[in-house]
């Protein structure tokens, strides 16, 4: 079957709470955006648990929009893109290179999935990403222009383009870290447009090699609607207020997790899965 045949949009938008207008203008691309973002946490249990998760939309349909489950990036945006494209805009995925922890973009491998959105009578194209498991996360679409900051949902970013050997511009997403008062790196990439079957080879990679911290430890993430944002990294539960600054505890009892991630991130921990190793 094709996309449009297995895939929901009336129950992905139910889903996610979107009541508002079904067109395939700005103010639809940034509600449905951040609707999204709220609703479906950032999680990879089943990479914990010994799987790669599928990509079909049928089973993403299942997964995440019937059944109380999140997901990583590659879910993530290839359910943002099936709902924009059944709204009427243009999508292209890109891949980029996680730059968090580094200076150097070209020492990480490109294992990041996020969209650019044309939006009709806009000048420019959007940065739309609902994937991205950090507190750095955009929360809103930006426009692809170089050296502007933008605001949305309580959180900064602007994008950069940085020099490289390459044919194609890099950009860099930068997100404005309120405890330091600087800009931090989130990921770099380059406009070109990648097909779902170099997903599935990325996808494949990050939920199944050994070296992958995604095949390590539980790591979930959800922004909260009043600006707060949790994380579970393992055993640590964090949690970070608008200010940047996070409180920190340690889980020690497997009940007392699977209680955390089923209440504070709204997922139900599948039968079988260990969250603390």
């Excluded at 590659?74 to 359910?79: I, K, P, R």
């Excluded at 990050?206 to 707060?228: K, M, W």
């Excluded at 949690?239 to 007392?256: I, N, P, Q, S």
């Amino acid at each position: 079957m094709s996309d449009k045949e297995r895939y929901d949009l009336d129950a992905y938008l139910d889903r996610i709470g979107w009541e508002g207008e079904r067109r395939a203008d700005l103010a639809t691309l940034r509600g449905v955006h951040l609707a999204h973002s709220l609703a479906l946490p950032f999680e990879n249990l089943d990479p914990v648990s010994g799987s790669a998760p599928s990509l079909a939309p049928g089973d993403l349909m299942a997964k995440m929009v019937r059944g109380r489950r999140g997901g990583y990036c590659y879910e993530h945006n290839t359910l943002l893109r099936l709902a924009l494209e059944a709204l009427g805009f243009r999508v292209t995925p890109l891949a980029g290179r996680v730059v968090v922890g580094t200076d150097s973009p070209g020492s990480r491998p490109r294992t990041h999935a996020m969209l650019q959105v044309e939006v009709a009578g806009e000048p420019w194209p959007y940065l739309a990403d609902v994937g991205f498991g950090a507190v750095g996360a955009l929360l809103l679409p930006v426009p692809l222009v170089p050296g502007t900051e933008h605001e949305g949902a309580g959180r900064r970013h602007r994008l950069e383009p940085l020099g490289h050997d390459g044919p194609s511009e890099l950009w860099e997403l930068r997100a404005y870290d309120p405890r330091t008062g600087e800009w931090a790196g989130q990921y770099a990439f380059t406009r070109e447009p990648f097909t779902a079957g170099d997903f599935e080879v990325f996808n494949w990679f990050v939920a199944t090699h050994p070296r992958s911290p995604f095949t390590r430890r539980p790591y979930l993430q959800r922004p909260l609607p009043d600006g707060r944002h949790l994380c579970l990294d393992g055993a640590l539960l964090t949690e970070t207020a608008t200010d940047g600054t996070a409180t920190e505890r340690v889980l020690t009892e497997e009940t007392e997790a699977r209680q955390v991630v089923e209440d504070r991130f709204g997922i139900a921990v599948p039968a079988g899965v260990t969250l603390l190793g």
